[in-house]
């Protein structure tokens, strides 16, 4: 059983920075890739960030140099530090992991960027 929670959202004016969590309730945490995705209203969800076991991370083209992913294996945590915001990256953004081809979801935390 895996259980993600997510928190960090809120309220930013663009150009403003965030900082997302996700605590994750399971064993073996640091054996599986992590990643958040993103999904805004009327949009389909998106992947945003990967983060492997082996620490290799990969970004979607539309926020790279803005967003950065990482983990603690030690708290079963894993983040998104989330700079220059823009009104687009406006969403709810979720965790999530997958084993043995099913997806595990938190429930996301919201994010809204406006002036």
């Known amino acids: 059983q895996v259980q993600l929670v997510e928190s960090g959202g809120g309220l930013v004016q663009p150009g403003g920075s965030l900082r997302l969590s996700c605590a994750a309730s399971t064993s073996g945490f640091s054996l599986y890739a992590m990643r958040w995705y993103r999904q805004a209203p009327g949009k389909q969800r998106e992947l945003v960030a990967t983060?492997?076991?082996?620490?290799?991370?990969d970004y979607a083209d539309s926020v790279k140099g803005r967003f950065t992913i990482s983990r603690d294996n030690a708290k079963k945590e894993v983040y998104l530090q989330m700079n220059s915001l823009k009104p687009e990256d406006t969403a709810v953004y979720y965790c999530?992991?997958?084993?043995?081809?099913?997806?595990?979801w938190g429930q996301g935390t919201p994010v809204t960027v406006s002036s």
């Open positions: 983060i492997t076991s082996g620490g290799t991370i």
């Open positions: 999530n992991t997958r084993r043995n081809n099913f997806d595990y």
